[in-house]
């Protein structure tokens, strides 16, 4: 058999180390990491700050449908890098204590692909089926969230608050009064926690707000009761899309983020393990092209 050339050879060598790595490199391969890929980290990788996102909602963030072993083993199990704030205490990044995951994890390894030298935390709270009435600051879940925050942050040396997640909005949708007020309430939240000294008065702000067809991405300009609401006992839901959409005009740094039509269990309203990635990986990408 004849014999390699040398440049033949190299290309070889240099091609299985390429695969070696990437089989050494936690993630790689999925969703999260091609995604991530194509983003461009929004801080100085060189510092060693951990950059925590606070994350918040109702049941699809909690979430309903994600349960362990839907999700890759390393994404289960943690790193070192990504860290969460669970049962009092920083640990890996993982299926927390109440053995549900949502769009956090996947936020959180879409931005490591995208941030690889970063060290990255979440503070999570979110419970299935709450109105937003009950995230201002002054009610139960507002005050609980409050906690989570000010315990994570004392608990770790060098905490930076980078973004707020939430994803929030599915029990608004039942009454016209609290879809129209929706936006009024959320911005309660933003400045709120913009003025904490901790926090920086800039910090972004992102909502996952739900499209199903015939609703537009862009509801500039949009008419919620010229149109037939595709969305089985939730007479208002365009109505408190409007006020997600329009929210964005009231205070700088707030973004909407689209979630259109990701797979749903059979219950028609809570995501599958890859509808609950798809969401996670938009926040991500929503985070690095437009809050940054």
């Keep these: 058999m004849p014999k390699m050339p040398h440049m033949r050879k190299m290309m070889v060598a240099v091609f299985a180390l390429m695969m070696v790595a990437a089989a050494c490199t936690p ?17 100085d990788q060189t510092d060693p700050t951990f950059r925590t996102f606070i994350v918040a909602g109702q049941s699809n963030m909690q979430a309903a449908g994600g349960v362990p072993g839907t999700l890759p083993a390393v994404y289960e199990s943690g790193i070192p890098q990504l860290q969460m704030f669970d049962e009092g ?8 204590a109440n053995g549900k995951y949502g769009p956090e994890i996947p936020f959180a390894w879409t931005m490591h692909a995208a ?7 979440i503070i999570k709270h979110a419970v299935g089926g ?3 009435d009950r995230w201002v600051p002054s009610a139960d879940l507002g005050q ?3 906690a989570r925050v000010r315990a994570a942050y004392l ?45 920086p008065d800039d910090m972004p702000f992102l909502h996952g707000t739900y499209r199903q067809d015939p609703f537009p991405d862009n509801f ?24 997600q959409w329009t929210v964005q005009y009231d205070r700088p ?4 983020v689209i979630q259109r039509q990701l797979p749903v269990l059979a219950d028609g309203i809570h995501w599958t393990p890859d509808g609950i990635r798809m969401a996670g990986q938009n926040f991500a990408v929503a985070y690095a092209n437009e809050a940054n």
């Excluded at 941030?115 to 935390?121: A, E, K, Q």
């Excluded at 929030?168 to 926690?193: C, L, T």
């Excluded at 500039?220 to 009761?225: A, E, K, L, M």
Aim: proline share 10%; charged share 20%; with cysteine.
């Design 27 to 43: 993630g790689a391969g999925e969703p999260e990491a091609d995604v991530g890929a194509t983003l461009t980290c929004p801080w």
């Design 253 to 256: 740094g707030v973004y909407p």
């Design 130 to 132: 709450t109105s937003i």
């Design 144 to 146: 609980e969230l409050g």
């Design 115 to 121: 941030c690889p030298d970063s060290n990255i935390g």
């Design 89 to 96: 205490a920083w640990q890996p990044l993982g299926i927390p």
């Design 220 to 243: 500039d300009g949009f008419d919620p009761d010229a149109i037939e609401v595709p969305v089985s006992g939730r007479p208002f839901a365009a109505h408190l899309t409007l006020s």
């Design 155 to 199: 608990a770790h040396p060098d905490v930076t608050f980078e973004g707020f997640l939430f994803q929030q909005g599915g029990a608004d949708m039942q009454q016209r009064a609290k879809a129209e007020s929706w936006d009024e309430k959320y911005v309660s939240i933003v400045d709120f926690a913009r003025s904490a000294p901790q926090v």
